[in-house]
């Protein structure tokens, strides 16, 4: 299919804490458009309940007309609508389903439900004004984000195998709540992340679990616990220094096991792409850990330029655009449980 | 109920044994500060309920609301997110507008008998409605290596659980 062929998917996403619409082609983004529950509470100068609530309701239409003007198109020019079905909780996702539904009835364009985890796999393949896309290929996935951590086997679109996932706590959930007991803010992700850059990872020996088990489970519990426990032995951080160290040590015990069991994926799998897409994929700390493992041992690493890493709805277009060049079907459901394995996702 | 000094074996020991006693429409009320073990301990109850995949059985906090197939489908609830907390982040949605108390027909109505789910949620105290009926269970982390659990029962139905639990838990009492 030649570029130009690739249809034109107007995409919304509403899972999370994001409210996102995108314009894409393909895999090539011609608008993307997040509005983020931070920034509504950063206006008002903090948190609001009542606007809260409502967020995915109010700023639903207004993502949607941007992405579209921002595009330089007009619904007539979109070739399919998609929008993320699953998993999130219910009232999250209905917001973007409803307003898919109302703009497929409309204009009688086929709407297309896609699983949110199988839009961050497409987002290491996003392109855009500054950035070639990148042809789909096999590859080992490590999905990294608040809600999420695991590894998943991807032979093809549609082909999905969760090959390990976290027992207990999320990476970025682990990042949280170790910032929130270092009494640092929110989200802990990029602030443990500058600190750590100042500190010695090699200050603090925290554990590193699951390491020597078998197989692709993580857990982060222990480790968050661990910190909690140092912090209670030697009281809060009382420099910068002793704060980055901390925080240098943490991040490289969650480096290190996410890295060690990917690159065991990559060795089993005999696939030779590592992926590392989600929230999460924005560390340094895992970047750098990734590539390096990577050149050592000879596989390719690809994460998402930072704008693709958090939840957007140019991914959720992309998958829906290459659902819609493979000739599936529409179809559109809410589901607040939704493995990335299930059989009402994968199709190869 | 009150177990002193666990150990994470004896602790999910507990917890599946109590997972192989629950039934439709029971609420599980679990408390306790980071690193109690509260996700441990579901994971083992989901182990006793004989979930499709008690493996998959993780942290809620970041979702709110994970369900779990099973014979009998266990919903994990977190409402940590929801805390008014300085540095805990913006609240990401008010109870109702989670949809969760359409996912809850019957419990939230005290009709227990109605339930399909067995219910497990963390930070209850942030539920607007929560259901009067149900069983409080509190993890502490005394030290490093060792939880201890206290259970209480709110209603005939729940406390009849907590007995036959109680019942069965003799033989996790550590040895003095």
């Not at chain 1, 079905?85 to 297309?112: C, D, H, I, N």
């Not at chain 1, 497409?122 to 590894?151: I, Q, R």
């Not at chain 1, 943490?250 to 590392?276: M, P």
Request: proline content about 6%; charged content about 20%.
């Amino acid at each position: 299919m030649s570029e130009n062929a690739d249809p034109v998917v107007l995409a919304l996403e509403s899972s999370c804490d994001e409210t996102a619409a995108a314009v894409v082609r393909g895999t090539h983004v011609v608008s993307s458009v997040v509005s983020t529950q931070i920034e509504v509470h950063r206006q008002f100068g903090g948190v609001v309940p009542e606007l809260a609530s409502r967020h995915h309701l109010g700023a639903v239409s207004a993502v949607t007309e941007q992405a579209i003007a921002r595009a330089d198109m007009s619904l007539a020019d979109i070739d399919a609508l998609a929008v993320t079905e699953g998993p999130g909780l219910s009232g999250a996702l209905l917001v973007a389903v409803q307003m898919g539904r109302g703009l497929a009835f409309a204009t009688g364009k086929p709407l297309y439900g896609v699983h949110h985890m199988e839009g961050h796999l497409w987002s290491a393949f996003l392109g855009d004004a500054d950035l070639d896309a990148t042809p789909f290929a096999p590859h080992v996935a490590l999905l990294v984000s608040g809600g999420h951590t695991e590894l998943v086997e991807v032979r093809a679109h549609g082909h999905y195998r969760v090959l390990g996932a976290t027992r207990d706590d999320a990476a970025g959930e682990a990042y949280d709540k170790v910032a929130k007991l270092l009494g640092l803010g929110y989200p802990g992700g990029p602030i443990i992340d500058a600190l750590a850059a100042e500190g010695d990872p090699a200050a603090h020996a925290f554990p590193r679990a699951m390491m020597k088990q078998p197989g692709f489970e993580f857990s982060f519990a222990g480790l968050k616990t661990a910190v909690l426990v140092h912090v209670e032995k030697h009281g809060p951080p009382d420099s910068r220094k002793a704060l980055a160290d901390v925080c240098a040590s943490f991040q490289a015990a969650v480096s290190e096991v996410l890295v060690v069991k990917a690159a065991r994926a990559i060795e089993r799998t005999g696939l030779r792409r590592l992926n590392i897409v989600g929230g999460v994929a924005a560390n340094s700390g895992l970047r750098a850990a990734a590539q390096a493992r990577g050149d050592r041992d000879g596989f390719s690493v690809r994460v998402p330029p930072l704008r693709y890493c958090g939840d957007n709805a140019a991914m959720i277009g992309a998958a829906a655009a290459a659902r819609v060049a493979a000739g599936l079907d529409p179809s559109v459901d809410v589901y607040t449980n939704l493995p990335i394995d299930d059989p009402r996702v994968v199709f190869a | 109920m009150e177990q002193r000094g666990l150990t994470q074996p004896r602790l999910e020991a507990l917890a599946e044994s109590l997972g192989s006693q629950v039934s439709p429409g029971t609420v599980v009320f679990l408390e306790g500060p980071m690193g109690a073990g509260k996700t441990t301990f579901t994971r083992a109850l989901g182990r006793g309920m004989k979930l499709h995949r008690p493996q998959r059985v993780c942290s809620p906090t970041f979702n709110i609301c994970l369900t779990h197939e099973g014979p009998v489908p266990l919903m994990h609830i977190d409402l940590f997110r929801l805390a008014p907390d300085e540095g805990a982040g913006p609240m990401p949605a008010s109870f109702e507008a989670l949809g969760l108390e359409a996912l809850l027909d019957g419990i939230v109505e005290d009709e227990p008998d109605t339930a399909a789910s067995v219910v497990v949620i963390e930070w209850s105290n942030l539920w607007q409605h929560a259901p009067a009926e149900a069983l409080t269970i509190r993890l502490s982390r005394p030290d490093a290596h060792s939880r201890d659990l206290e259970a209480s029962a709110a209603g005939p139905r729940h406390g009849a659980l907590l007995r036959r639990w109680a019942g069965s838990a003799v033989a996790f009492r550590p040895k003095p």
